[in-house]
Structure formats: structure tokens, C-alpha cells
């Protein structure tokens, strides 16, 4: 009789139990709007998070304000500071009273949320919004003035392109682009041009084909204060002896004729 060896195997399962250690909920604060209220002041308006989420015992909130007026002044102030604990979050807005008269407002807001005997927090540093007082009248708020770019000068084999800078906007320019995606021709930049408002760079496109429509991609990069570059990014179609139109791609916000409106960067 054959004996035959059995062998059993038994298979080990090996778990291995990862604890993960949770903490509360920490949030910051948003800057929701700055208003214009009349020629002279500003409200500045922020939220908290909801209290079912939040569980920050201590936040911080910071306020600066950057004057401009034009380019022959300008003034910082000293920081608006508030102290919330996680029962007293009643002030919800700031209103500021300036001595000129429409003048531009850069408003930085930042935070810092903590949460005690656990050594976490949360900062949020300069949330910008470039605003502006309204008329000496107050019967208008314009807002910021805006870059126009248009394109002028239309012929059968030509046109230019032309960037229109507001003399009063307190940004700084830095450099400006106008180029071809049919046939990555890049513009001639002819000479600067200005007049009490506005500064005007003009770039020109020759030898082209009559009736034919053109891709131009402009872009312009600009600062404010020492913040860091930014790029605006605007697409025109222009058809050779004909009518030329306009969309947008980027992160400003745009109005009809190509115009910028400059808001919030960050």
C-alpha cells in the first residue's frame, strides 16, 4: 500500500493597522469685495467660514491699504488689524475715509488662523483688489481705468496693432508683444506716442494678403508695488480691408472694444 505525505499550509494573513492622527478644522477668512461708497471712503468685506467647519480658536487679520493717485503720489498706510476668537467673529467689514478724491486703492488682505496645544496654522498672505473712489460728485463709481487694444489702420496688406495705456493707472508696464499664429510674424514696434492720458505703443504687421483674416496674439506683463509679474493675454481676428473683431483668453476680465478692467491679482 503507497503511503502518501499530506502536508497543510496554512495562510497567514498580515495586517498592518495605520493609526493617522486627525486634527480639528482650521480655515481662513476671504476678502469678498472692496466697495467704492462715495469719493472718499471704501468698505472692505470678508468672510468666515462656517462654524459647523471651522474650529480656529485664534484668527488674525491684517488690512493695508496702497494709495495712488496718478503717478505723482503715492502712500501706504498703517495695517488694519483685528483679533477674533472662535465666539467673537461679529465684524464682518471695514470702512476706511481717505483725504483725495478718486483716487486708486490697492487693498491687501491677509490672515492667520491657529489652533492652541496643537501648533497649527494657517497663514494667508496679501489677497490684493485694485479699486477706486467714486466722481468728486458721487453720482459715478467708474472703477479702474482700462488697457485698450485695437487694431487700427487697416489696409489690403497691413495694419497695426496699438496698446493704450492709461496714464493714471497705478500699475507699472513691463513689456508688450503682438504676434501672428498664421505665421508667427512679430510686429514692428513703431514709436511710442502720448498725450495727458495715455500712453501708446503700436506695433505694425506688413506684407500680408488682401481679404485675408489674421490670428494677432497680444500680451503685455505689468507690476504693482513689489508684487509679482503678471501676464495679460488678449486675442484679436483682423481680416485684412476689412472689419476686424475681438475674444479673450486670460485671467482679467474683459468689456466690449477690448477693454481691460484690472481687478484682483494674486
Given at each position: 500500500?503507497?503511503?502518501?505525505?499530506?502536508?497543510?499550509?496554512?495562510?497567514?494573513?498580515?495586517?498592518t493597522?495605520?493609526?493617522?492622527?486627525?486634527?480639528?478644522?482650521?480655515?481662513e477668512?476671504?476678502?469678498?469685495?472692496?466697495?467704492?461708497?462715495?469719493?472718499?471712503?471704501?468698505?472692505?468685506?470678508?468672510?468666515?467660514?462656517?462654524?459647523?467647519?471651522?474650529?480656529?480658536?485664534l484668527?488674525?487679520?491684517?488690512?493695508?491699504?496702497?494709495?495712488?493717485?496718478?503717478?505723482?503720489?503715492?502712500?501706504?498706510?498703517?495695517?488694519?488689524?483685528?483679533?477674533?476668537?472662535s465666539?467673537?467673529?461679529?465684524?464682518?467689514?471695514?470702512?476706511?475715509?481717505?483725504?483725495?478724491v478718486?483716487?486708486?486703492?490697492?487693498?491687501?488682505?491677509?490672515?492667520?488662523?491657529?489652533?492652541?496645544?496643537?501648533?497649527?496654522?494657517?497663514?494667508?498672505?496679501?489677497?490684493?483688489?485694485?479699486?477706486?473712489?467714486?466722481l468728486?460728485?458721487?453720482t459715478a463709481?467708474?472703477?479702474?481705468?482700462?488697457?485698450?487694444?485695437?487694431?487700427?489702420?487697416?489696409?489690403?496688406?497691413?495694419?497695426?496693432?496699438?496698446?493704450?495705456?492709461?496714464?493714471?493707472?497705478?500699475?507699472?508696464?513691463?513689456?508688450?508683444?503682438?504676434?501672428?499664429?498664421?505665421?508667427?510674424?512679430?510686429?514692428?514696434?513703431?514709436?511710442?506716442?502720448?498725450?495727458?492720458?495715455?500712453?501708446?505703443?503700436?506695433?505694425?504687421?506688413?506684407?500680408?494678403?488682401?481679404g485675408?483674416?489674421?490670428?494677432?496674439?497680444?500680451?503685455?506683463?505689468?507690476?504693482?508695488?513689489?508684487?509679482?509679474?503678471?501676464?495679460?493675454t488678449?486675442?484679436?481676428?483682423?481680416?485684412?480691408?476689412?472689419?476686424?473683431?475681438?475674444?479673450?483668453?486670460?485671467?482679467?476680465s474683459?468689456?466690449?472694444?477690448?477693454?481691460?478692467?484690472?481687478?484682483?491679482?494674486?
Open positions: 500500500m503507497d503511503n502518501y505525505w499530506c502536508s497543510s499550509y496554512i495562510l497567514l494573513s498580515i495586517v493597522l495605520c493609526h493617522c492622527q486627525t486634527y480639528p478644522h482650521i480655515t477668512p476671504k476678502l469678498t469685495s472692496v466697495i467704492p461708497i462715495n469719493s472718499t471712503a471704501l468698505t472692505v468685506n470678508w468672510l468666515f467660514a462656517d462654524p459647523s467647519i471651522d474650529r480656529s480658536d484668527i488674525r487679520i491684517y488690512i493695508v491699504f496702497n494709495e495712488f493717485y496718478y503717478t505723482y503720489y503715492n502712500r501706504t498706510y498703517a495695517s488694519t488689524n483685528y483679533t477674533f476668537t465666539i467673537n467673529k461679529t465684524v464682518r467689514s471695514l470702512t476706511k475715509n481717505f483725504e483725495l478718486n483716487a486708486y486703492y490697492y487693498v491687501c488682505f491677509s490672515s492667520n488662523s491657529t489652533i492652541k496645544n496643537i501648533s497649527r496654522y494657517l497663514a494667508i498672505v496679501n489677497n490684493c483688489i485694485l479699486t477706486r473712489t467714486c468728486r460728485s458721487n463709481c467708474p472703477g479702474p481705468s482700462s488697457v485698450i487694444i485695437l487694431s487700427t489702420n487697416i489696409s489690403s496688406n497691413s495694419f497695426i496693432i496699438s496698446f493704450i495705456w492709461p496714464k493714471d493707472l497705478p500699475y507699472s508696464s513691463n513689456s508688450f508683444t503682438a504676434q501672428l499664429t498664421n505665421n508667427n510674424q512679430t510686429g514692428t514696434a513703431l514709436s511710442l506716442t502720448q498725450n495727458t492720458r495715455y500712453t501708446i505703443r503700436r506695433y505694425q504687421f506688413t506684407s500680408l494678403k488682401s485675408t483674416t489674421y490670428t494677432v496674439n497680444t500680451s503685455f506683463t505689468y507690476t504693482i508695488l513689489n508684487s509679482t509679474t503678471k501676464t495679460n488678449t486675442i484679436l481676428t483682423v481680416t485684412t480691408s476689412g472689419s476686424s473683431k475681438l475674444f479673450y483668453t486670460g485671467d482679467l474683459f468689456v466690449s472694444f477690448s477693454v481691460v478692467l484690472f481687478f484682483v491679482f494674486f
